[in-house]
Structure formats: C-alpha cells, structure tokens
C-alpha cells in the first residue's frame, strides 16, 4: 500500500553531520495524504524512542537529548521528510526508523515505518 524508503545512514565521526532522508510511496493510483512524518530511533539493548516528528503544516517537535542538533523538515509535494544531524555524538548512534501516518485512499488511516538506517557515530 504505502513504503518509506530510507537513505542517509552511515558511519560518521563525534562532531559530524548526517542528513537522513525518507521518501513515502504509495502504489500506483493511490493516495497517501500524510499528516505527521517522523523518525524514531532505537539503539542496542533500547527501547524505540522518538526523535523528532514533523507536522503538515510544519509544526515540529524533539526529543530532548537531540534540540538544538538536530532539525526535520518535510516537502510536502514530494512527500518527503528529512532529519539534518549535527554535532552528532556516540549516543546518538541507533538504528534510524522513518514513521508516517496519514489517510490512504481518503478512507483508511494508516501508520507506516520504515525498514531503518544505521548511524553509527564513533569517538
């Protein structure tokens, strides 16, 4: 019905910069209209914790350990979201996952994630 694909993950230096990247598809003639895209995070032996989501009309929200490092924004037109990474730190290193819910079709309410992107940050 609907895939995100992830791109941008790697392995980058304490210091660094990554962009992550995510790109909602929905299948041929459908709609997808998306309300909140977000990326959510889980390291080993972790729970999945939110990072940062985005809203439709461009509200934003972070989690704590990430503000003022990280920023998502979203083009809507390509239903797009994106997660500029700086200053990035070993903590941050996790499996990325991308997170989108929104009407599909106009008449189902969906919640779709990613496959994930590894970050790895080293020292």
């Known amino acids: 019905q609907v895939q995100l694909v992830e791109s941008g993950g790697g392995l980058v230096q304490a210091g660094g910069s990554l962009r992550l990247s995510c790109a909602a598809a929905?299948?041929?003639?459908?709609?997808?209209?998306?309300?909140?895209m977000g990326w959510y995070r889980q390291a080993p032996g972790k729970q999945r914790e939110l990072v940062a989501f985005i809203t439709s009309s461009a509200s934003t929200n972070y989690a704590d350990s990430v503000k003022g490092r990280f920023t998502i924004s979203r083009d809507n037109a390509e239903n797009t979201v994106y997660l500029q990474m700086n200053s990035l730190k070993p903590e941050d290193t996790a499996v990325y996952y991308c997170?989108?819910?929104?009407?599909?079709?106009?008449?189902?309410?969906?919640?779709?994630w990613g496959q994930g992107t590894l970050v790895t940050v080293s020292t």
């Open positions: 929905a299948a041929a003639g459908s709609i997808f209209t998306i309300n909140t």
């Open positions: 997170h989108a819910e929104g009407w599909f079709r106009l008449t189902e309410y969906l919640e779709v």
